[in-house]
């Protein structure tokens, strides 16, 4: 198993890669705690296995990227994610 610290601009978390073989159905995965306002809410996506050739942790990255500022639009966080 292999963990992969996330960016400052995702929060705390961490992004894991468990090569199962296919032994278990979503071995990877990405949980972020981040700011809305003055809460800290956290977030966890479950990946299936990924294609060969992608870039599993940059790919899971990109959703939870996806992920909280979509969370922080509807919850009217801020400060706003950029970009």
């Not at 942790?57 to 990109?62: A, Y």
Request: hydrophobic share 40%; charged share 25%; net charge positive.
């Amino acid at each position: 198993m292999a963990t992969h610290p996330l960016p400052a601009d995702l929060g705390s978390g961490l992004a894991v890669i468990n090569p199962s073989l296919g032994s278990v159905p979503r071995p990877n995965y990405v949980i972020s705690q981040f700011l809305c306002g003055k809460r800290r809410p956290w977030m966890s996506i479950d990946f299936a296995l990924v294609a060969r050739g992608r870039d599993a942790v940059r790919d899971m990255m990109d959703f939870m990227r996806i992920a909280e500022k979509r969370f922080r639009e509807i919850h009217k966080c801020t400060p706003p994610l950029a970009g």
